[in-house]
């Protein structure tokens, strides 16, 4: 269905109960800004080359001081989801059109419709530094903050994949505030901005003695690990580490 145009020179108003996202009180309030926002075009409320509301609206709706909304806009901005024109206002930037993509899944959905139950032990949420090489990862500073998590899924109670993943909070600005018990990163990061591109790595290689003992397995059973980064509005949105025991996983693919 083809959403209906809104002029561009109206900016986006919602009913201010419907400003504040759904986040941890611990996150950063530039960041809940940026939630609200990218919330907002992940639902399509907010569409290409829309202008959204003012930084004195933002203030006033969201409940927070305007170098807050300052900082949330120009770290958009700078990310190229944002285009502020001076004397004009803030627009939503135009997505860059999907490139062919390899099909890739949601572990959970892969395992229910083999009839069996999934479930995820969830390890490590949190904050961290890149590195440098991480910073060249995503194209950003050494020193940039990104969110990392780490967690097994398990199929009937087994171990099949380890999975290590770093997030640009500049795209997914709200990822420590989910339950990876209860979702999955692949289902929050899909369902939150557009899939542009993805870069996928698989290699054969003996697990860390960490990976090791959460996938159940001994430290010279080789792994197959894919190493995946994706883009979101034209920029690095994620890199993960998904291994998986070699003796309990395939790797294959159909094309038609």
């Not at 419907?18 to 990218?38: C, E, G, H, M």
């Not at 990310?79 to 803030?90: E, I, N, P, S």
Request: glycine content about 6%.
């Amino acid at each position: 269905m083809t959403r209906a145009a809104r002029p561009s020179s109206e900016p986006v108003l919602l009913e201010a109960h419907r400003l504040r996202p759904a986040l941890s009180a611990a996150t950063p309030r530039y960041q809940q800004v940026k939630a609200f926002i990218l919330s907002r075009v992940a639902t399509g409320e907010f569409g290409a080359e829309d202008r959204i509301p003012s930084e004195n609206e933002l203030v006033k709706l969201c409940g927070v001081s305007r170098v807050t909304v300052n900082r949330a806009l120009r770290e958009l901005a700078d990310a190229g989801l944002l285009k502020r024109v001076q004397g004009v206002g803030t627009f939503i930037a135009e997505s860059k059109p999907p490139s062919a993509l390899l099909e890739f899944r949601d572990i959970a959905d892969e395992i229910r419709e083999r009839g069996n139950r999934h479930e995820a032990r969830v390890h490590l949420l949190t904050s961290i530094r890149a590195d440098a090489e991480l910073a060249r990862t995503f194209g950003l500073p050494p020193g940039a903050e990104l969110f990392r998590a780490e967690l097994t899924h398990l199929e009937n109670g087994v171990p099949v994949q380890h999975e290590a993943r770093c997030v640009n909070p500049t795209v997914f600005p709200d990822f420590l505030a989910q339950d990876f018990s209860r979702t999955t990163p692949y289902r929050h990061l899909t369902s939150s901005a557009p899939l542009e591109r993805v870069e996928h790595v698989v290699e054969a290689a003996l697990p860390e003695a960490e990976v090791a003992s959460r996938l159940d397995i001994a430290m010279g059973e080789p792994c197959l690990v894919v190493h995946r980064r994706t883009w979101s509005w034209g920029v690095v949105a994620t890199r993960a580490w998904l291994s998986h025991p070699g003796s309990r996983f395939r790797l294959g693919s159909s094309l038609d």
